[in-house]
């Protein structure tokens, strides 16, 4: 009986003990699409689903300027590099890239998307499937 209290209290504080990796990162509130974002998470769906959280050192960034361009920092979001602008509707995010560019690892330029309050879900055409996770930053 020992044993099994002193292991449900061994979880218990293991459990409790986690930093929320996200604690100190200011969110900023905002409508829609524009801002900067903030990539935390991505998710792959080759068989069954996979999520991979992402280090928030050194920062993966998106931002969408009100004057319809976009601005990618970090390795993980490489392939927004060459997007040069924008549009939108209810239902997709559609992403102008350079015309040069046949690098880009998603193909097409037609991505769902879904903002709810401070995070952006982006789901651009994988193979497998795949979505990007965001927090909104500014």
Known sequence: MKTYVLAI???????ACRKDPLEGIERATGEGIVGKWLLV????????PYT??????????????????VVATGVELRNYASVRSY??????????RSPADTSAQYGGNRHGYRV???????????????SLWF???Q
Request: glycine share 4%; aromatic share 6%.
């Open 41 to 48: 998470e991505r998710g792959d769906w080759n068989g069954k």
């Open 52 to 69: 991979h959280k992402i280090p928030l050192n050194p920062p993966q960034t998106l931002r969408f300027q009100k004057d319809s361009t």
């Open 135 to 137: 927090i909104r930053i």
């Open 116 to 130: 709810r309050n401070d995070t952006l879900r982006l789901d651009p055409i994988c193979q497998e499937g795949c």
């Open 87 to 96: 549009t939108i509707n209810r239902e997709y995010l559609y992403l102008h």
């Open 9 to 15: 209290t061994l979880l218990i504080l293991a459990t």
